[in-house]
């Protein structure tokens, strides 16, 4: 089983709508967790942090479940500058593992 | 804003040869690293350091790397000798704690002939 999972896509969603995407990881003490979001040949820019306790940033929302080994992310009202791909981060003893990422397409 | 700056954009390299890959991370980040990505695929963590030292490293970063940080501000990657697999994207990236979030650079698109 691979220690970060993401669900690949490619999401196909149009203007304004919700769009959840959902992240699972192995090992139980992982101890930090990200979303980054990457466009094409692009860096990797810090999306938001995960807390348990959830956190939400104008329209994005993030939640993490330790006792699934679960993390969400949650985009409203969808724009078209949202189109990338979604990386889940998790930090566990100085091992820092990127999920292969979900391929987002917001479509006018 | 501060950000991470790579040099040189793209490097094409000979298999067989050295290169130096050169990063600037955030000027008050104590943590540094790099990452690789191979076309198509996902980021890969390669090596960790911090206060001159590596503090974590991959399975990855095998006896052809070392990283090294000369001054106050460069972080520099160095492929000893470089094969085909070896192309790629590297990213380097900085943070003020190590479970902090990280800034990356633009990258370095390195490609061996």
């Known amino acids: 089983r691979k220690e970060v999972e993401q669900d690949p896509g490619p999401f196909n969603v149009p203007e304004g709508a919700t769009v959840a995407f959902n992240c699972t990881y192995s090992?139980?003490?992982?101890?930090?967790f990200f979303w980054y979001r990457q466009d094409c040949r692009k860096e990797p820019k810090l999306l938001m942090s995960?807390?348990?306790s959830g956190n939400e940033d104008g329209r994005f929302t993030a939640q993490l479940n330790r006792a699934s080994q679960y993390i969400s992310l949650l985009i409203r009202d969808s724009k078209l500058s949202d189109s990338a791909t979604y990386l889940c981060v998790v930090f566990r003893d100085d091992k820092i593992i990127f999920g292969k990422g979900t391929r987002l397409h917001i479509l006018p | 804003e501060p950000e991470v700056t790579q040099t040189p954009s793209h490097q094409v390299t000979q298999m067989g040869q050295e290169v130096i890959l050169r990063c600037v991370p955030i000027?008050?980040?104590?943590?540094f690293y790099w990452y690789r990505q191979i076309l198509g695929q996902k980021v890969e963590f390669l090596v960790s350091f911090y206060n001159n030292e590596i503090s974590e490293k991959s399975e990855i970063f095998d006896d052809q790397f070392s990283v090294e940080r000369p001054d106050g501000s460069n972080f520099t990657l160095k492929i000893r000798s470089t094969k085909l697999e070896d192309s790629a994207m590297y990213f380097c990236?900085?943070?003020?704690?190590?479970?902090?979030?990280?800034?990356f650079g633009p990258g370095t698109r390195l490609t061996v002939t």
């Open positions: 990236a900085s943070s003020w704690e190590d479970t902090y979030e990280q800034y």
């Open positions: 000027s008050n980040h104590l943590y």
């Open positions: 995960v807390y348990s």
């Open positions: 090992n139980s003490a992982s101890q930090s």
